[in-house]
């Protein structure tokens, strides 16, 4: 079975709170994965944005944890 996955399908997670949210995204920059520009905007003022291995993009969001 071949997926066709569209520019918005996203696994987005999701950091309960600041400082999780800080240490997913230092642990992130440490190995030294880039963080891109999503399509949609609201990912990009509510997150950031990388691709796994396998090309699929997935958003660390800090909208929980603004709260």
């Known amino acids: 079975m071949v997926f066709n996955f569209h520019d918005d399908d996203n ?3 999701y950091p309960s ?3 999780d949210y800080d240490l997913v995204i230092s ?3 440490s190995y030294k994965i880039e963080f891109i520009q999503a399509k949609n905007s609201f990912w ?3 997150g950031k944005m990388f691709l796994d291995p ?3 993009r997935i958003v660390i969001s ?3 944890s603004k709260k």
Do not use: C, F, M
Request: cysteine-free.
């Open 11 to 13: 696994l987005v997670l």
């Open 17 to 19: 709170n600041k400082t």
């Open 27 to 29: 642990r992130i920059k």
């Open 44 to 46: 990009n003022e509510h």
């Open 54 to 56: 396998d090309g699929y």
């Open 62 to 64: 800090d909208i929980k």
